[in-house]
């Protein structure tokens, strides 16, 4: 879902293009009968699931196909679904991220109004009122909502914990101490895999905030504080301290986000910080593995809302500018069915279809719904609730302090100087 920009994603993007998974090559005119959906890596159990919404769709309407155009997710996010939108064969609908992201959509007309499309359809039945409110650009729905994705917990291996006589942290300071008891284990504490930046990012993005305050945070990630103020510089040295003591697997900088999955899921790392999506990995790469959840802990006088959460609605945008929007509402009509409901929640994921919230979730995909509802405050991840060019400073930032190369001072410094010149 994410990443930064990187010389061989640039080069991917534009000289390979994107890949076709299912259905048949089309225009995007109106005569073509080719409905495109532009995502990143449905993964092999969504790309099932897809592959079912997508028959039982053209069993109702057999002169109609739906192409998916794939594209790797660090990509995606970046250069790849601009550079689809402003091609010369743009998709008819295309997944994106609740928040800055959908609103920019919106002020560049790639987004339609939703409203008399879920009004005059069965969408209206199939989601509570309430599911499009956080889809919203100037007031009105442009987001079909797939799902409210929890974008960071901290998973553990829960036989690791038993066995080291771990229990569950709810401070820092006892997060601190399990660290100490893995590494005299001679295991990892963390499994990050944070080649794209977005990882740490993610995880570390959530631990700023709730030091130096919601409210500080966000005027950091818009520009109205400087990005090396001295409560973020402050913040960012829980990031060395983690460095300094050896609880990061070294190669975290230098490994992909699936590939901090692996490690974990290998014994290589008691603690995996990642959001939501991995109970569907997990289900498919690791189903023995006996794994857990817990929000991060509380920073003892930190300045936000010690039970926030860090996380984001994502969704489906209609394309303003296609030719087929009837169609593809008939397509997420099926899409969002309570049949193709049933098989998303069997495949690890949770709609904010009302069937999904009455069916039988996966016990931790449930406790994860709940989390999103408690009542904490919810914190936008840096690269899907904020400026990109801002966001990428952020997460640089935090990869060079993780990887010991430079000092918070000096990180924060450097990432306001390249702000200053954009």
């Known amino acids: 879902m994410r990443g930064r920009n990187k010389v ?6 534009f000289l390979l293009g994107v890949t ?89 007309g790639f987004a339609a109004d939703l409203t008399d499309l879920i009004a005059n359809s069965s969408l209206k039945d199939l989601f509570p009122e309430s599911a499009f409110n956080s889809g919203k650009a100037n007031g009105k729905p442009v987001l079909l909502p797939t799902g409210s994705d929890v974008t960071n917990v901290i998973w553990y291996d829960v036989d690791t914990f038993k066995k080291l006589g771990i229990n569950v942290p709810t401070t820092w300071d006892e997060l601190m101490s399990a660290c100490a008891k893995i590494k005299a284990a001679k295991e990892n504490c963390f499994s990050i895999g944070n080649k794209d930046y977005w990882v740490a990012g993610n995880f570390f993005g959530h631990v700023y905030s709730r030091i130096v305050g919601e409210e500080t945070y966000h005027k950091i990630m818009t520009r109205e504080v400087p990005m090396n103020s001295p409560e973020l510089v402050k913040a960012y040295e829980v990031v060395a301290g983690l460095q300094k003591n050896g609880y990061i697997n070294q190669s975290a900088n230098s490994i992909a986000d699936n590939e901090g999955y692996t490690l974990f899921f290998k014994g290589g790392a008691a603690t995996l910080p990642i959001g939501s999506w991995l109970v569907g990995i997990a289900a498919t790469e690791a189903p023995k593995k ?73 016990p931790l995909q449930k406790r994860l719904v709940d989390l999103m509802t408690s009542g904490g405050t919810i914190v936008a991840p840096p690269d899907t609730g904020y400026d990109l060019k801002v966001a990428d400073a952020l997460n640089v930032a935090t990869s060079e302090v ?21």
């Open 290 to 362: 006996n794994i857990d959840w817990f929000n991060l802990p509380a920073f003892s006088g930190g300045a936000g809302d010690q039970k926030s959460v860090l996380g984001v609605t994502t969704g489906y945008v209609i394309n303003a500018k296609s030719k087929k929007i009837d169609e593809t509402v008939k397509f997420f009509e099926t899409f969002f069915s309570d049949a193709i409901t049933a098989e998303w929640v069997k495949a690890g994921s949770a709609p904010l279809t009302k069937s999904a919230a009455s069916g039988n979730l996966n």
């Open 20 to 108: 076709a998974l299912s259905g048949c090559g089309g225009g995007s005119d109106a005569t073509d009968k080719v409905i495109r959906i532009g995502l990143p890596s449905p993964g092999e159990a969504g790309q099932k699931v897809w592959d079912a919404a997508i028959a039982k769709f053209k069993e109702a309407n057999p002169e109609w196909d739906v192409q998916l155009i794939i594209q790797d997710d660090d990509i995606y996010s970046t250069v790849g679904l601009q550079g689809l939108l402003t091609g010369g064969n743009p998709p008819d609908a295309y997944f994106e991220w609740a928040g800055a992201r959908t609103v920019q959509r919106d002020a560049d």
């Open 402 to 422: 993780m990887g010991g190369v430079k000092t918070p001072q000096q990180a924060l410094d450097d990432a306001e100087a390249k702000l200053g010149k954009s």
């Open 8 to 13: 061989i994603g640039i080069l991917a993007a």
